[in-house]
């Protein structure tokens, strides 16, 4: 009862189509094991893969080596090693070092790496755990979890470490909030913060909540609130004898 189908391979059903080199489809189970450029077209998104298992019944994919999710209501694309998909539900998970990208007119993509990603096309949302590193502009995110709402622009972080040149902001918690793709605040709960002024001092603060917001994309205020605690360095000028 299992059927293996060769060259220019097409399955069409109420999932959307299918096309591979190559494939083994049993008919009465509508299960299906497809190898070679395998692309699936859904309703959602768009799937690729170098090897793919299909359940037609359940609706539900398994993805193997060279694996990409496109979702382009968000413009938000997705790779990996590894990974399976709901599509009745429009949900999936990736695996082996897979990163995100997501498009931004007029910028560089923001992206996303981590050890594993949970993915929500049906919300526009995505989340990701372990080791997770995020490039958005000049600023890099270090954090153990990462969530972000692509229809919103916010995300939530857990102790994030938050780099942009010398300057850095960490915590236990923390927000941040995007206003057309550009960075607007990040904010984090027992903080601290570091950073220095374009005449070259440092700066130490810290407390119970700190907010850092931007403008055009540079940092512009710090709000420090609930047990605030700093320091300022001057920098030496040139000539000074230290007194």
Known sequence: GTFVLEKNVTIQDKNG???????????????????????LNSEHEVIRADSLDYDANRRFVKM????????????MNAFGRAG??????D????????????AREGKS???????????DVQADRFSGCDSVVALIDSITIRADTFEYDLKKEDGRLANPRVTEKD??????????????????????????????????SKNYVAGSALTILFKNGQAYK???????????VNRKEDGDAGN
Request: glycine share 12%.
């Open 17 to 39: 189509t299918i096309t591979a080199d190559r494939a083994q489809y049993r008919f009465r189970e509508k299960l299906g094991r497809l190898w070679g450029n395998v692309t």
């Open 64 to 75: 193997f080596d060279n694996v990409r999710i496109e979702d382009a209501k968000n413009g």
């Open 84 to 89: 399976w998909f709901d599509l009745g539900q």
């Open 91 to 102: 949900r999936g998970k990736l695996a082996g070092q897979p990163h995100l990208e997501i």
């Open 109 to 119: 993509p923001m992206k996303v790496r981590a050890r594993e990603f949970s993915l």
């Open 167 to 200: 300057n850095l902001l960490s915590g236990k918690r923390g927000v941040f909030k995007l206003i057309k793709k550009a960075v607007d605040l990040f904010s984090v709960e027992d903080g601290e913060s570091v950073y220095y002024t374009k005449e070259g």
């Open 222 to 232: 710090i709000i420090v609130n609930g047990n605030p605690q700093g320091y300022l």
